[in-house]
């Protein structure tokens, strides 16, 4: 039987729409990013942060010795030093920002400052205190303002011709007091926005929250979804866990974290790593073959370790710090890229479904903005980028782990609901050709039904006509009765000529094909033991016996010897189970992967035969069985009819 085209299919016009309207989403993205990176926000935060490092140097001075040291990090902004005596530090760096008439804002916490220009003095706190030979001053104790809980700020107002000028700030603290020992890092500003920077900084927290938590929203749609139709994507679960835990990850270390009680209370590296292994994992499970053992081999280790430290830094009573710099997870999403590569390499078909030239352009798009996003701190794109190749440099790779991840993770979220809607697509289509084939079937019994009806009437008048002709006969009107013979032998012509089944639908189908392929000289063998009423949707029982018999017919035709062409069906009832099998003989097509292969020319809308069997066999609690030799193929069912 021909498929016609049917709707439901992926329209031109809608996937180009469809397509438009995302890159034009994107696209607003992008220009709203690039309007804030080139707003004339001029308050600029110098301090290093774990991500973000500002060229600063360190100097600690202790017990009388001066030191260069290199801070780690507890978290996003804590610095840890060296634990020994501090009696002050001092940062210093060259000025390459140029803004028209530029402030310096200073905030000494639990101790007192002093701020160098190309070391010039522009600002101290101690007013009579003698300086050291190595450049320090000797105060004690008595030298310092009472200890508050609340940072000083202090405004200076630098040159005209500051740029590419040396900045130094050293702050002292009081000896004899528990407090934290913090470096001074200035805001410079032209006092003209004093609120961008605070809208910056919430920008890209505010910005991956929303997003992340659509995601999630959007994600669990698409598992309860899969879970209705009784086929559940269980490794989506694995993205919704990533991103509940990119949500906690933000939170804590962001603002949010600072006034949050409950919040507060996260550890953010601890998450952090366990937002990067969860989405590996679901990398790994993608990929096949000895590419997915490698990425699993290097996400154990990875936890082993950070449970190594975790449980030495328990036993010493230390604070653990996982992944400082994030050299281990850098390299592990490294070695993730290597594996995708060499996954696309090997399967390029797998992969390859989603990158042409339509999803790479929303791909380069949502990288370019997720680079926009994370560089909202930074003046242009080249200066973040040139940040994280010198922190790499440096052994700090924690602001490349965050694109990495980002990007990743946009890239694994849109494939997982680029292959969702691919399925509904494909559903929506398998659905659309059965309903054709449904109909293209029940019109054909409509029209059996119609002919059996004939043939009851014919041969209710046949004793009619047989009067007829003895009264011709008898009468010598020969001529007339020889006319008459004619008439009746073509309307007998026209009639049905087999019965298969007592049951009607089972009869005109199986009459139909197995009609068409003795026309077509293919040996026909059947056994058909079937009540007139058998228990079955009429339209389910049409949809199996029709894509068994349209099947086998296609392939009987592609064997080339004559000789060897046949189809053997069966269907019969027994108790409460109604058993189908066909068998007929097939020439060069059967895939490599064991699946049916069409030889119609309109490939397009076929495929849907098998899927379209399994559903109905699954609607009567059965499978559909296929077995195959070199040269014979069988399909085989037993439906459990209903009470």
């Known amino acids: 039987m021909k ?9 031109p016009i809608l996937t180009l729409l469809g397509t438009a309207v995302m890159l034009f989403i994107l696209f607003l993205v992008g220009v709203l990013f690039l309007s804030l990176q080139n707003t004339n926000v001029t308050d600029l935060y110098l301090g290093d942060t774990d991500s973000k490092s500002q060229g600063w140097q360190y100097e600690l001075l202790s017990e009388g010795q001066v030191q260069a040291v290199v801070p780690h990090y507890a978290d996003e902004y804590t610095q840890i030093f060296p634990d020994v005596p501090i009696q002050a530090i001092k940062i210093t760096r060259r000025m390459t920002e140029t803004i028209a008439g ?10 007192q400052a002093e701020v160098f220009l190309d070391q010039q003095l522009l600002y101290t706190d101690f007013a009579y205190a003698e300086r050291g030979e190595n450049g320090y001053l000797l105060v004690d104790d008595a030298d310092f303002r009472p200890l508050s809980d609340e940072a000083r700020e202090i405004t200076l107002t630098l040159p005209e011709r500051y740029t590419g000028s040396e900045l130094s700030i050293i702050t002292y603290f009081p000896g004899g007091h528990d407090i934290a020992h913090i470096p001074t890092f200035p805001l410079l500003s032209n006092g003209e926005r004093q609120a961008s920077g605070y809208v910056i900084g919430m920008l890209m927290p505010m910005t991956v929250i929303i997003i992340s938590t659509i995601l999630l929203v959007v994600l669990g749609i698409v598992f309860l979804i899969g879970m209705r139709a009784d086929r559940p994507d269980f490794t989506i679960l694995l993205m919704v866990l990533f991103y509940v835990l990119l949500l906690l990850d933000t939170a804590s270390s962001s603002i949010f974290g600072i006034y949050s009680s409950v919040i507060h209370q996260i550890n953010p590296l601890m998450v952090h790593g366990l937002c990067i292994t969860v989405l590996c994992i679901y990398i790994a499970i993608k990929l096949t073959g000895w590419r997915r053992g490698i990425l699993f081999l290097a996400i154990t280790g990875q936890v082993l370790m950070d449970g190594i430290i975790v449980v030495y830094s328990w036993v010493q009573g230390n604070q653990y710090d996982l992944n400082q710099n994030g050299i281990a997870i850098f390299l592990m999403l490294t070695l993730t890229i290597l594996l995708i590569v060499c996954e696309y ?8 479904t989603y990158f042409n030239f339509k ?15 994370q560089s909202a701190n930074f003046d242009n794109l080249p200066m973040y980028f040139g940040a994280i190749f010198s922190g790499i440099r440096q052994g700090n790779c924690k602001a490349a782990v965050t694109l990495l991840t980002s990007f990743f993770a946009a890239l694994t979220t849109m494939m997982l609901i680029l292959a969702f809607v691919r399925r509904m697509i494909e559903t929506q289509r398998m659905l659309d050709v059965l309903q054709t084939r449904s109909e293209s079937a029940m019109a054909s019994y409509r029209m059996m039904q119609v002919a059996t009806e004939q043939t009851r009437a014919a041969q209710h008048e046949l004793r009619h006509h047989v009067l007829a002709l003895a009264g011709m006969m008898k009468e010598g009107k020969t001529e007339q009765t020889l006319q008459y013979i004619a008439t009746l032998q073509n309307s007998i012509e026209s009639l049905p000529t087999a019965k298969y ?3 009607f639908l089972v009869n005109v189908v199986v009459g139909n094909y197995l009609e068409q392929a003795k026309a077509r000289g293919i040996s026909v063998k059947h056994h058909l033991s079937l009540p007139i009423q058998i228990g079955i949707e009429d339209s389910d029982l049409c949809v199996l016996l029709t894509n068994m018999l349209e099947n086998a017919l ?13 189809i053997y069906i069966q269907v019969w009832k027994n108790d409460k189970f109604l058993f189908i099998s066909c068998r007929n003989s097939y020439y060069n097509c059967i895939a490599p992967d064991g699946t049916y292969k069409s030889m119609k020319s309109d490939h397009g809308y076929h495929g849907y035969g098998l899927p379209a069997m399994r559903t109905i066999a699954e609607k009567y609690n059965s499978i559909i069985k296929i077995e195959y030799t070199q040269d014979m193929f069988s399909v085989k069912t037993n439906l459990q009819l209903p009470e």
């Open 501 to 503: 089944s007592d049951n």
């Open 345 to 352: 390499h090997r399967h390029p078909q797998k992969i390859g």
């Open 102 to 111: 530029a402030t310096l804002c200073i905030a000494p916490f639990q101790g």
């Open 3 to 11: 498929e016609k085209f049917v709707p439901g299919g992926r329209s």
């Open 554 to 566: 296609e392939a009987c035709e592609q064997v080339p010897e004559a000789a060897n062409k046949y």
């Open 359 to 373: 999803y790479g352009l929303i791909v380069f798009l949502t990288f370019f903005i997720l680079c926009l996003i």
